[in-house]
């Protein structure tokens, strides 16, 4: 398995790795705060990369401006996740990239790989007091604080810790996808959106890229945020790290008497499960107001079909162009 992010890889490790591993887990700021021993060769960086880090779901943190390791990280069974629906999260990065946001980045991804891909319905995190960069880390993710052991066993280093234990399960991981509602100012990331190729290839059909020029935004922001008349519904989807990755929208079309769906995930965030997370929080806000019914209609051959399907939309009609999806929201 190979995942991906904007910046990074996260592969199976390799025996090769020993040379790049052994370059940042010899510096002693890494391991033991971490509760493993520094590494004191090369061969002893290779040893622990065939016994300890060749597992399933254990990754090289690679840059993808190098193509090389930096770090790792994993998700692993022990005494915290004793069930089968659980996991641990571990991990560690070299000290030349701290305080880049690289640890968060590969975590997130993993943590959609837990959530969706493997089913896990909760994943664990610790750290040993003292640790406060693997604490800004786990808050940063969304964990919350569960206990404090006063003796936690570090085996490895042969001693006790005072250690910390955070949780995250799949409900709360669903809800970290905020909705944003977006200032006039911030219309600069909805054209960029609009004036992307790969983002909009979905709008083959009608056009593709939409221009979106700045000369339009009072007059579109007036529309749809301030005068919305109750008949449209405009956010932004914002991660918990402040970024844009898309945005939801609903709007009453007076022609056809129904209310129509909307939903872009800028082309960097996709398949990473944030169209469902979105689609799901549009239904939620438009029930809310009082839709009770829901329609989208796709190009006959857009991806996005399969994941309105998924998250309850029901085929009204189709014709050689286009599908036209309902999902009933008040029952």
């Known amino acids: ?34 509760g493993w021993p520094v590494h004191t060769s090369e061969e002893d960086s290779r040893q622990v990369i065939r016994n300890v880090l060749m597992v399933p779901e254990t990754y090289a943190i690679v840059l993808k401006e190098t193509g090389l390791p930096i770090g790792s990280i994993g998700l692993h069974h022990n005494d915290l996740a004793e069930k089968e629906d659980e ?16 640890v968060p980045e590969a975590a997130k991804e993993l943590l959609r790989h837990a959530f969706e891909d493997l089913n896990l319905a909760r994943i664990w995190c610790g750290y040993y007091d003292g640790n406060d960069k693997s604490k800004r880390v786990q808050e940063k993710l969304g ?39 977006p200032s006039l100012e911030d219309l600069w990331f909805r054209q ?46 914002k991660d918990n790290a402040g970024h844009f990755i898309g945005e939801i929208a609903y709007h009453y079309d007076s022609d056809r008497k129904l209310y129509l769906a909307d939903i872009i995930v ?32 796709l190009a006959i051959d857009n991806p996005a079909i399969t994941m309105f399907l998924k998250n309850g939309f029901m085929e009204e009609y189709r014709t050689h162009k286009i599908i036209m999806l309902k999902k009933e929201l008040c029952r």
């Open 192 to 237: 960029k959106m609009m004036a992307d190729m790969e983002t909009m290839s979905y709008n083959r059909a009608w056009g593709g890229t939409i221009p979106f020029p700045k000369e339009e935004w009072r007059g579109w922001y007036d529309y749809w945020i301030i005068k919305h008349e109750g008949k449209r519904y405009y956010r932004y989807l």
């Open 87 to 102: 996991a641990e999260l571990g991990y560690w990065l070299g000290v030349d990239y701290w305080g880049q946001g690289l």
């Open 266 to 297: 800028y082309a960097p965030y996709r398949k990473k499960g944030y169209g469902g997370i979105g689609l799901d929080l549009l239904c939620n806000a438009a029930k809310q107001n009082g839709v009770k019914l829901l329609y989208d209609d």
């Open 143 to 181: 964990f919350k604080y569960q206990w404090t052991t006063e003796d936690a066993p570090v085996p490895q280093m042969g001693e006790t810790r005072k250690g910390h234990v955070s949780l995250l399960t799949k409900e709360e991981w669903g809800k970290l996808i905020m909705l944003y509602t």
């Open 1 to 34: 398995m190979i995942l991906e992010t904007v910046r990074l890889i996260l592969r199976p490790w390799e025996e090769t790795d020993a040379e790049e591993c052994y370059k940042y887990a010899k510096d002693p700021r890494v391991g033991p705060i971490a």
